[in-house]
């Protein structure tokens, strides 16, 4: 049985993981086995970065803190070695990031599974959101759908304008002559 201190320690840790775990938009679960200490150091200095926070923690803890916060993860999910990622802000920055790493990374390191505002995702939906453009990519795009629009629209009206122009100019000129 372990000692008072230990449960203490397991549990803060749990209920650090849950507060984050509701706190959050999105998480990625990976495998990190076969990750060297130096490309740890580069990968989390990438992910604090981005605004993810990454945690290595064993299974159980994992499985209780995500019971506790409502966040489904399947229990075949939490085997072997886990870390997980979670942003609070950032729907996209933690699958961007550990996909492009675990693509380039054949010793082990592998997605296991993700969720987003508490639903479960498989490892093929974790890998189409990193797929995904950034927010700011985003938002250049409809900036320039909604400029195209607003753009289009001021060239039709204009277009209307002259043509009800030339309308109205043309029959002042042929009453002109008739006037006479």
Do not use: H, W
Not at 109 to 125: L, Y
Not at 136 to 164: H, S, Y
């Amino acid at each position: 049985m372990p000692s008072k201190a230990i449960l203490e320690q397991k549990q803060a840790l749990v209920n650090d993981l849950s507060d984050r775990l509701k706190g959050s938009v999105a998480g990625v679960i990976v495998n990190y086995s076969g990750i060297s200490v130096a490309d740890d150091t580069k990968l989390r200095k990438q992910l604090r970065e981005a605004g993810v926070v990454y945690t290595v923690a064993k299974n159980t803890l994992i499985k209780r803190a995500a019971a506790d916060a409502g966040v489904e993860i399947d229990d075949a999910v939490l085997n072997g070695t886990t870390a997980i990622a979670t942003c609070d802000s950032d729907y996209i920055a933690a699958a961007k990031i550990l996909n492009e790493y675990a693509e380039g990374n054949k010793k082990g390191f592998e997605i296991k599974a993700g969720f987003i505002d508490g639903k479960k995702m498989t490892v093929d939906e974790v890998k189409r959101l990193a797929k995904t453009p950034s927010r700011e990519t985003l938002l250049t795009q409809l900036a320039f759908g909604l400029n195209a629009t607003i753009q289009g629209l001021a060239i039709a009206i204009k277009a209307i304008v002259d043509k009800q122009s030339e309308g109205a100019e043309a029959p002042a000129a042929e009453e002109a002559p008739a006037a006479e």
